[in-house]
């Protein structure tokens, strides 16, 4: 199985900003299928909030739009979400995930991002 390790959560300020990274095993992996990142809070639905595809079209829900970019660095292997303007519904643990027909399919452990 290729490794989906996210990274770069913490606790910050309403309005701050943090940048997330998950680092995919193989440019391969990551330039062919659909990626993207959702998150989970205590009794809450999972919400995804972007994803990226292999032809970088990208996607974002409506609760984070124009707050949140996702982009691929294929020199590193990563996708990363860019988050500001952050709220304090933000609050969630973080997935970085294969996606396919509305389902996920996380293989990390999560970042957690904690706005106060």
């Known amino acids: 199985h290729v490794q989906l390790v996210e990274s770069g959560g913490g606790s910050v300020q309403t309005g701050g900003s943090l940048k997330l990274s998950c680092a995919v095993g193989?440019?391969?992996?990551?330039?062919?299928?659909?990626l993207g990142w959702f998150r989970q809070s205590p009794g809450k639905e999972r919400e995804g909030v972007a994803l990226?595809?292999?032809?970088?079209?990208?996607q974002y829900s409506d609760s984070v739009k124009g707050r949140f970019t996702i982009s691929r660095d294929n020199a590193k292997n990563t996708l990363n979400p860019q988050l500001n303007s952050l709220k304090t519904e933000d609050t969630a643990m973080y997935y970085c995930?294969?996606?396919?027909?509305?389902?996920?399919?996380?293989r990390g452990q999560g970042t957690q991002v904690t706005v106060s």
């Open positions: 193989t440019l391969t992996y990551i330039n062919a299928r659909c």
């Open positions: 990226i595809d292999g032809h970088d079209d990208v």
């Open positions: 995930a294969k996606t396919s027909g509305g389902s996920w399919y996380p």
